[in-house]
């Protein structure tokens, strides 16, 4: 597949990242949800909010130098021990644009059974919907942060918050 003339080929789509961690599902959350521990296992993390789907969620980004930049999410979907999904505009890093009319992507964690423990997964979709001008450049950020949160995630989870 080739992109518009002169971009050469089309980027994916899709993000993927998986990793196996701790115990079975139970264990691996236990007491706050798998949206809660999302949340919470961010470095100052926190919820302005319900975590229930239809919510809008905003906060800031702690990663630094990019604490300057608010972010905002809507829950799409929450499965206990299973998903958690929302919506929201990747890479929206220009502190004076405003990014409410651009189209959002899906992430979607979820949590499987797996011989050695729990497969944690993120899966990003929709980059195929952001601007042109955009897409590349956020894409490839959202592959490094991704892999970033799954290893906070992970952190979070077996050494506690």
């Given at each position: 597949?080739?992109?518009?003339?002169?971009?050469?080929?089309?980027?994916p789509?899709?993000?993927?990242?998986?990793?196996?961690i701790?115990?079975?599902?139970?264990?691996t959350?236990?007491?706050?949800?798998?949206?809660a521990?999302?949340?919470?296992?961010?470095?100052?993390?926190?919820?302005?909010?319900?975590?229930?789907?239809g919510?809008?969620?905003?906060?800031r980004?702690?990663?630094?130098?990019?604490?300057?930049?608010?972010?905002?999410i809507?829950?799409?979907r929450?499965?206990?021990?299973?998903?958690?999904a929302?919506?929201?505009?990747?890479?929206?890093?220009?502190?004076?644009?405003?990014?409410s009319?651009?189209?959002?992507?899906?992430?979607?964690?979820?949590?499987?059974?797996?011989?050695d423990?729990t497969?944690?997964?993120?899966?990003?979709?929709g980059?195929?919907?952001?601007?042109?001008?955009?897409?590349?450049?956020?894409f490839?950020?959202?592959d490094?942060?991704?892999?970033?949160?799954?290893?906070?995630?992970?952190?979070?989870?077996?050494?506690g918050?």
């Amino acid at each position: 597949m080739s992109g518009p003339k002169g971009f050469g080929p089309a980027p994916p789509t899709k993000l993927f990242a998986g990793n196996v961690i701790g115990p079975l599902r139970a264990r691996t959350v236990p007491g706050p949800s798998l949206p809660a521990v999302l949340v919470e296992s961010e470095p100052g993390g926190n919820a302005d909010g319900p975590i229930e789907p239809g919510a809008r969620l905003s906060g800031r980004i702690t990663h630094e130098g990019y604490e300057h930049l608010p972010f905002e999410i809507t829950i799409d979907r929450i499965e206990p021990e299973r998903v958690f999904a929302f919506r929201w505009h990747p890479f929206a890093v220009e502190p004076n644009v405003d990014y409410s009319s651009e189209p959002t992507t899906l992430i979607e964690f979820t949590l499987a059974d797996a011989q050695d423990g729990t497969m944690l997964t993120v899966t990003e979709s929709g980059f195929d919907q952001i601007p042109l001008e955009r897409r590349a450049q956020a894409f490839a950020s959202n592959d490094q942060g991704w892999a970033m949160v799954m290893t906070l995630i992970e952190k979070h989870l077996t050494h506690g918050a």
